[in-house]
T-cell receptor, first 113, second 115 residues
């Protein structure tokens, strides 16, 4: 069975703080893909990043960075110098051999000015 | 290019009525997914299609739910009869190709309220 756990239900930070969103996954597949999506207050789901199971290099995109550690089955997401516009629900997701994209419960991030 | 298009955006209906949600995937995408989002259960995959063929409908909650994809550019999710517990946001998403590599592109969702 595949499972994604985002233990942090809600996080609140003050603007300019760094924040890390945790994601732990379970799968028996040797090949799989991990994703992060953002859901702003307007409700749409926006793709942020995809990472395959064979690529453990960390990735940085502007203020966003991702840390994939296969040894701990984690794919954490860090926002540096957070901004109010980063306030959203963030979902981690897993796609294994079944082709089904399974989402975690999401972490609500509130960035206060 | 147009993204995934869903209609209606909002629907309010009474218990027992039939509800039909519609989705037009991105042109050229081979896979289509229906998700339901609620506060209690988060984002649940209901069903997905590859090349218009249903591949996995294990997430469809009950026989009251049915989904069809008569062609590559159109899919429906039907609830008959609807119940208050069906109130949720229903998302349609599409993906290029069949493999698990690509990201899903989501529509804006259909917010269903069953009174």
């Amino acid at each position: 069975a595949q499972k994604v756990t985002q233990a942090q239900t809600e996080i609140s930070v003050v603007e300019k703080e760094d924040v890390t969103l945790d994601c732990v996954y379970e799968t028996r597949d040797t090949t799989y893909y991990l994703f992060w999506y953002k859901q702003p207050p307007s409700g749409e789901l926006v793709f942020l990043i995809r990472r395959n199971s064979f690529d453990e290099q960390n990735e940085i995109s502007g203020r966003y960075s991702w840390n994939f550690q296969k040894s701990t089955s984690s794919f954490n997401f860090t926002i540096t110098a957070s901004q109010v516009v980063d306030s959203a629900v963030y979902f981690c997701a897993l796609n294994g051999n079944t082709g089904k994209l399974i989402f975690g419960q999401g972490t609500t991030l509130q960035v206060k000015p | 290019d147009a993204g995934v298009i869903q209609s209606p955006r909002h629907e309010v209906t009474e218990m027992g009525q039939e509800v039909t949600l519609r989705c037009k995937p991105i042109s050229g995408h081979n896979s289509l997914f229906w998700y339901r989002q609620t506060m209690m259960r988060g984002l649940e995959l209901l069903i997905y299609f590859n090349n218009n063929v249903p591949i996995d409908d294990s997430g469809m909650p009950e026989d009251r739910f049915s989904a069809k994809m008569p062609n590559a550019s159109f899919s429906t999710l039907k609830i008959q009869p609807s119940e208050p517990r069906d109130s949720a946001v229903y998302f349609c998403a599409s993906r290029e190709g069949f493999a698990n590599t690509g990201e899903l592109f989501f529509g804006e969702g259909s917010r269903l309220t069953v009174l």
